[in-house]
């Protein structure tokens, strides 16, 4: 069965750092690029960073730039992502999420397979 367990959420000040991480196992982990998603209350389903398959590629969105960080263990399956100077808007459910291609991409729905997702809150 294909599984991805995204953990490493919790309460953090703002400021704050957290890494997240996503297990991967139940497909060929070297042939997929992997995608983190946000989404927070009433709000749209966001992405926030990508690696790709070979983890020599990443991808940020704007806002996150400068202050997250993304890192894949090909021989753990697991990638990880760093969440360094948190704020507020950070706030959110952090879903991670594989495509099936070695390249990233913004739009959630080329990702056919995703994790149950990981709650980050960040007090102001």
């Known amino acids: 069965d294909v599984q991805l367990q995204a953990s490493g959420g919790g309460l953090v000040q703002t400021g704050g750092s957290l890494r997240l991480s996503c297990a991967a196992s139940?497909?060929?982990?070297?042939?997929?690029?992997i995608g983190w998603f946000r989404q927070a209350p009433g709000r749209e389903r966001e992405g926030v960073s990508c690696?790709?398959?070979?983890?020599?590629?990443?991808v940020f969105t704007d806002s996150v730039k400068g202050r997250f960080n993304i890192s894949s263990d090909n021989a753990k399956n697991v990638v990880y992502m760093q969440m360094n100077s948190l704020k507020p808007e950070d706030m959110a459910l952090y879903y991670c999420?594989?495509?099936?291609?070695?390249?990233?991409?913004?739009?959630?729905?080329?990702?056919?397979?995703w994790g149950q997702g990981t709650l980050v809150t960040v007090s102001s």
């Open positions: 690696i790709n398959s070979s983890g020599r590629s990443t």
């Open positions: 139940g497909f060929p982990f070297d042939d997929y690029a």
């Open positions: 999420a594989a495509r099936p291609d070695s390249y990233c991409s913004r739009y959630w729905s080329r990702y056919n397979h």
